[in-house]
């Protein structure tokens, strides 16, 4: 008897007789029927399943039925969709990450842990610049120094931020605006609006309170 290719079922040769008939196609419906007997069962919902690796071997499951059909990007995300794969993002206008430069506004922060990044002078002079808002500046030189606020103009400060400036150097600090008359300064210095820092190791905090108007808060002379 001749087999097929894939299965090795039984089928009658070429050469068979007519009366061999009968007896090969029950011989073919059976080894059919065996193979193919694990899709018998079953009920309405599930699909087969592979048991294992052998050929036909298959089990009747019950899918795990999902009722998802969108992923809405609510508020502070951006992306989703109702068909394919989908990505949810983090809308950096709105929500704050750890990754993005971001302004927070009206937001409580408790116990927060704030580094300021030191910028380490050593020269006799030195003009306030952008990026400089949040520093702790060190004036580090014997000789005497003055520090300078610029104008608006110049570059505008926001309104409320902090400058922190310590003389670590022998020489005496003067912190007074680049164009006396456009920035003004408030202080308890001796002259207010050109204070100094009393002596080595005194600090103050320039505080932006206004459009070209600044406190200066500290040991000064």
Avoid at 51 to 80: F, H, K, M, R
Avoid at 207 to 212: E, L, T
Wanted: proline share 3%; aromatic share 6%; charged share 15%.
């Amino acid at each position: 008897m001749a087999t097929t290719t894939n299965f090795s079922w039984e089928t009658p040769d070429d050469t068979d007789l007519v009366k061999d008939g009968a007896a090969a196609i029950r011989t073919l419906g059976s080894s059919i029927d065996t193979s193919f007997v694990d899709l018998k069962g079953g009920t309405t919902g599930q699909v087969l399943s592979k048991a294992s690796a052998t050929d036909l071997d298959y089990t009747w499951v019950t899918p795990e039925i999902g009722d998802i059909t969108a992923v809405n990007a609510g508020t502070g995300l951006s992306g989703g969709g109702t068909t394919g794969s989908v990505t949810l993002s983090i809308n950096t206008a709105t929500t704050a990450d750890l990754t993005t430069a971001q302004t927070l506004t009206n937001k409580t922060l408790t116990n927060p842990i704030v580094n300021q990044t030191i910028n380490a002078q050593t020269g006799t002079t030195y003009t306030f610049a952008s990026g400089d808002e949040g520093k702790y500046i060190t004036a580090s030189n014997a000789s005497a120094q003055t520090y300078s606020i610029p104008t608006d103009a110049t570059y505008n400060f926001p309104i409320g931020c902090s400058i922190d400036v310590i003389a670590i150097g022998a020489g005496q600090v003067t912190i007074q605006a680049v164009t006396s008359g456009t920035t003004t300064i408030f202080s308890t210095g001796a002259t207010a609006a050109a204070p100094k820092l009393r002596v080595r190791y005194s600090a103050a905090t320039l505080k932006k309170v206004a459009a070209n108007t600044w406190h200066v808060i500290g040991d000064l002379a």
